[in-house]
């Protein structure tokens, strides 16, 4: 639970008391509205300063029940099968947002990492205000885990930027983080199918990895988690465009793990 707190004010200390997205200097606390409950990443958000703040286009209020998006919206109604349970995005994707992520993920703006976090917070308390909790104690969800990126892209970046966020949420909301999906390099065969045929299939495109291994972990206590009927996973990636990489990527958890309930949390749906 420490460790982020020291993270974040080393950073800090580093910028000399300038807003850490824009860079300017901060002139006060700031005032603007954070729809944020917990106080880590509330804490982290006061950290920007009052324009910045103000810039970020909040998805307060829902109106698509399964995206999230403010409203309404034909990607969801066209869907014919759907493998998650619903999904909640954090901010709207607009120019300012589309250059925060671009100094984030592109130029490599590690320190940015638990500000992006600390915003995509709003999306999981949105979906932990849906969940009853369990009754024996514990989270709504029991495991959080990430959108892997493709193959290259790791390499060439360093970092996967929903893996990182999901980490913070992890910590932040006291729940396990593992990683349960990998990416497949696409077998080709998908252009032998026809178009419905395609959207009717999922494209294949992730497949989950094994409870009792490839990075999962063997302890004991890993594996009770496994074993929580119904399994409730957190699923984190930072844009939402369509869907589709939701709707895989929980397709290929439900083979996996029979019957589990996968919920979405989206830094920002465009
Ligand atoms: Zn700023
Ligand atoms: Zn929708």
Redesign the pocket.
């Given at each position: 639970m420490t460790g982020w707190l020291e993270r974040l004010h080393g950073w800090l200390a580093a910028s000399g008391g300038s807003c850490p997205m824009c860079g300017r200097d901060k002139r006060g606390p700031a005032s603007a509205p954070i729809p944020v409950r917990h106080a880590a990443p509330r804490e982290a958000l006061r950290e920007l300063c009052e324009g910045c703040l103000r810039r970020i286009p909040w998805i307060v209020r829902s109106v698509?029940p399964?995206?999230?998006?403010p409203e309404r919206?034909g990607?969801?109604l066209r869907r014919r099968r759907r493998h998650f349970e619903h999904c909640r995005g954090a901010v709207r994707y607009d120019d300012a947002m589309k250059e925060w992520l671009g100094l984030y993920k592109y130029r490599g703006l590690e320190k940015l990492e638990p500000f992006m976090a600390a915003m995509l917070a709003s999306a999981v308390e949105r979906l932990l205000e849906s969940q009853p909790s369990r009754a024996a104690g514990g989270g709504a969800f029991d495991l959080v885990t990430s959108v892997p990126l493709a193959e290259g892209r790791l390499e060439d970046r360093g970092f996967n930027q929903a893996e990182r966020m999901a980490v913070w949420i992890a910590r932040w909301y006291g729940m396990a983080y593992r990683p349960m999906l990998r990416r497949v390099r696409n077998s080709g065969k998908q252009s032998l199918m026809g178009r419905r045929d395609r959207m009717e299939n999922m494209k294949g495109n992730f497949a989950a990895l094994h409870a009792a291994g490839e990075g999962a972990g063997r302890r004991p206590d890993a594996e009770a988690i496994f074993a929580t009927r119904p399994l409730r996973i957190l699923l984190i990636d930072d844009i939402y465009t369509t869907?589709s990489t939701m709707n895989e990527c929980a397709f290929a958890l439900r083979g996996q793990w029979p019957g589990c309930e996968v919920y979405g949390a989206l830094w920002a749906r465009s």
């Open positions: 698509c399964v995206c999230g998006r919206c990607d969801c869907g």
